[in-house]
């Protein structure tokens, strides 16, 4: 065996006894309100399936009939003979859905951020994003030439000096970037803020709309389209993996962006184009989100539901704002063992320790959907009364009464 190898399998194995190492749950049911997982069902509270669309019979009857009329793959990079009519069809619904000028489709959300990022700013350019911004823009942010700056979680103050700072050092383009919605603490960028402080310092700004698409604005517009902040927010990336239940990224933006990312997003020009299932079935999520607005209406009645339950249990459910609610306990540790005692009590919500939030903000994050019953979120809110009280997370049921 290799020395690569050999040393990989001791570090495995050594965070794998310290119980470092979370081993991957297998889904024997399809994505859904409730999923079989070891042979047993439960109530399904960690999925970005926010409106019930992956199993919705319009995406699949898409699917499949894109499928036979396009085949089973598209066959190369876009650039070369990758771009299927149907691709660029999709590019235009989500330009008009968006209300920008352009759109333009890469295989995920994470490449999406890598080919904006990597293709729009270079040296002596600047970036400018908040402290707590996905991972993927983090990434994005690593592949630029560009100068970086951070600003304090939705702190405006801070995100002026930073544009001063940008402005000082010689920075030529300066692009601010924010997460529409976060995605550990569900709270909302201060959008308005953002594009008042980034407008007087002649700031482009992005938002990543990956949790807000489908949840916030008309229809699931995103977020731009909640603060009414059309033409002033130029770059919206998005995510065709959550809400609308399928695959993809997307950037909806003004055509120079788009004829950018086609000349120089190094995801876009160097893997291949999504295969037709995949562009038919959100082309029919599109068109649902426009149809069957009783969706996102049930997606935030839910929310409202058992945001409001999860509190009068008395647990710490941080800034949320929208259906990610964390129920914050502190050490990583204690999010792991609420999470084993859930499983245990029918309830499937994900622990989360650092490094992915700070250390005293280890966490049982939810995600409710539109496709939860009031029945269901009821019996998972007993699941979480009954698991506090058990790991002394709630007053035990006898304290709470004397
Ligand atoms: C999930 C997520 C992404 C990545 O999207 P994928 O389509 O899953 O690659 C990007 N940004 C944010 C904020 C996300 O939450």
Not at 58 to 69: D, F, G, S, W, Y
Not at 101 to 125: F, H, K, W
Request: proline fraction near 4%; hydrophobic fraction near 45%.
């Amino acid at each position: 065996m290799s020395e690569l190898i050999s040393s990989l399998t001791e570090e495995v194995a050594a965070l794998r006894a310290a119980g470092g190492l979370r081993e991957l749950v297998v889904l024997q049911s399809p994505q859904d309100a409730e999923v079989e997982i070891g042979g047993r069902r439960v109530i399904n509270l960690s999925s970005n399936n926010y409106l019930g669309l992956t199993s919705h019979p319009r995406l699949i009857e898409a699917a499949v009939a894109a499928t036979r009329t396009w085949g089973a793959g598209s066959g190369a990079v876009r650039t070369i003979a990758g771009t299927l009519a149907i691709h660029e069809e999709l590019e235009a619904r989500l330009a008009a859905f968006k209300g920008t000028e352009a759109a333009l489709t890469l295989q995920s959300g994470y490449t999406a951020n890598l080919a904006v990022l990597g293709a729009c700013l270079d040296q002596p350019d600047a970036v400018v994003s908040d402290q707590l911004n996905h991972a993927s823009i983090i990434d994005g942010i690593r592949l630029t030439r560009a100068h970086r700056y951070r600003f304090g979680h939705r702190d405006l103050d801070d995100l002026e000096a930073q544009l001063a700072a940008a402005r000082r050092e010689g920075c030529r383009r300066v692009l601010v970037v924010t997460d529409g919605v976060f995605s550990m603490d569900g709270d909302i960028a201060p959008l308005p803020g953002i594009v008042e402080r980034a407008e007087a310092a002649r700031a482009a700004v992005m938002v990543d709309d990956a949790h807000a698409s489908g949840v916030l604005g008309r229809q699931g517009r995103g977020s731009v389209d909640h603060f009414g902040l059309q033409g002033r927010v130029e770059i919206q990336v998005g995510t065709l993996s959550k809400a609308m239940g399928v695959l993809g990224g997307y950037v909806a933006a003004p055509r120079a962006v788009r004829d950018t990312l086609i000349r120089a997003g190094r995801p876009f020009l160097f893997s291949t184009s999504h295969p037709p299932a995949v562009v038919a079935a959100c082309l029919a999520a599109i068109a649902v989100m426009e149809e069957e607005p009783e969706r996102q209406e049930r997606l935030w009645a839910n929310t409202r539901h058992f945001k409001a339950g999860l509190e009068r249990l008395g647990f710490d459910c941080g800034r949320s704002e929208t259906p990610i609610t964390p129920v914050i306990v502190g050490e990583g540790a204690r999010a792991m063992a609420l999470s084993d005692a859930l499983r245990e009590r029918g309830v499937f919500a994900q622990g989360i320790g650092f490094p992915t939030v700070a250390r005293d903000g280890g966490r049982v994050r939810t995600i409710v959907t539109a496709a939860h019953t009031p029945a269901q979120l009821d019996r998972a809110l007993e699941a979480f009364e009954d698991a506090g009280r058990a790991l002394g997370l709630l007053p035990s049921a006898t304290a709470a009464r004397s």
